[in-house]
């Protein structure tokens, strides 16, 4: 799928008229559409003899489809085109320092204050702790799309994604592309447990579920690049 066309189903996913993300109303706008020209047809009686009115009865259907079949396929690639460089060599591990903080632009689940939420493209930062925590550290800004759309007030602030090194299952090195930005990059998969969540005042005892994620990494250089990539080496 072609990047730049990746970007715009994320745009149209991350920005909102009201309550509704643009690619919701766009489709809801062309079946609505379209279901009003098939009432029309009803109630005259029979439907319109000429060609173009059953051409724009499909253009609106089929339009909304797409826009349906072309936005899951740009989110089941998380938004990025990323391409992996298995014959990279690694870098010699060396840790950050705690008061370190390496530049990038992130691309995966961000958590905060029992928030969640999928960004991309976001500029960070990641910082390793004492412990060997690993953390990716954004501030969402409002930004718009189209001059009516906008960034919920919701996904506003601040936002983290924590990575403990015993989580971490790969680490691989390549190329990201995120509209026309093409930046070495890192993605890195771990797995990530669901918070405990209450139910009727207690804490639910059921074991909480662990699902396998990843989070993408580009940056400007691959000095930058490399300053993660050995303190991910290091972890253990």
Known sequence: MNPQLIKLF?????????????????????????????????LRGQPPLAWWHWLILALLILGGLAIIVLARQAAGHDFVRFTPQPELAPPAAVPLAPQ?????????????????GFFAGLLAYWRTFATREHAVMAIVHRTRFLGLAATADAQLGMWYIFIAPETIEETCAGQL?????RRP???ITYRHTAPQTAAKGLVRRLRAPVTRRAVYLAFEDTTARDRVWSDLRAAG
């Open 10 to 42: 994320y745009n149209l996913r991350s920005h909102r008229i009201g309550e509704w993300s643009v690619d919701r109303l766009l489709v809801t706008f062309a079946w609505a559409a379209s279901a009003f020209v098939v009432l029309r047809w009803v």
């Open 100 to 116: 370190d903080k390496v530049q990038t632009y992130a691309t995966g689940h961000f958590e905060v204050e029992g928030k969640a």
């Open 177 to 181: 592309e995120f509209g026309g930005q």
């Open 185 to 187: 990059a890192l993605c």
